[in-house]
């Protein structure tokens, strides 16, 4: 016999599509979300506790508890709701389209760095506008003579970039406001004693060698658009599209 542990888990979203039994209060999911991403925009995850969110609503400390049933849900409403902002143009072909869709997930994510901070479980989070993006995406894809696989494989070889480069972009903006550096030039300055005894070995010289002559290390948005042209010139010449 079936028991209520053999039942699949109910998602946050199945709950919050269900009609409420009573009107509408002052409190709403959309509000839990947009409250929580501010704090966390302003003071990262850590900041980001049921005690405190009932605070910044104004509301008894288990109001929340209405429509969440802790932080892990708390943040599924965080990403939901910042994903809001990424919308990918209509009528572009793919290349356009996984170039718009790389570009505005950057943005998105250097606007909440703790996008990057998020655990496994929260990052693989399936909100609906994050569906919604991935939708788009696969949607361009969609009529080039690719199978299911190959489709995904683009997109997720695109979204790999995207989060790679963030995860270190995201880290060196969070290790200068920590710490209080203005730039990266200052950053190089800190890192100066340790970087000097490396090169000092003779053991790397082609490092040495972009260290002396690179005229770009604080270019992030050239950084980043230059390595995502070579990712979709690798998938174009590989699939033949």
Known sequence: MATEEDKPRESLWERLERPSPTPRQTLSP????????AVADAEGLEAITMRRLASELGV???APYRYVAGKD???ELMVDHVYADLRLPDGLGWRETMRALALGTRDLM?????????????????????????????SALDGLGLDADAMMSVFRAVDAYVAGALNYESAVLNLLREHGWSDGGELRSELAPQMIWHMRTGRYPTFQRYLRTATRKDDTQWQFESGLTYVLDGIAAELGI
């Open 110 to 138: 250097l606007r909440h760095l703790w996008l990057a901070q998020l655990s496994p479980q929260a990052r693989l989070s399936l909100t609906p506008n994050r569906m919604a993006v991935a939708e788009q995406a696969l």
């Open 73 to 75: 849900d708390v943040l």
């Open 60 to 62: 008894a400390p288990m």
């Open 30 to 37: 959309q509000r839990i979300a947009a409250a929580a991403a």
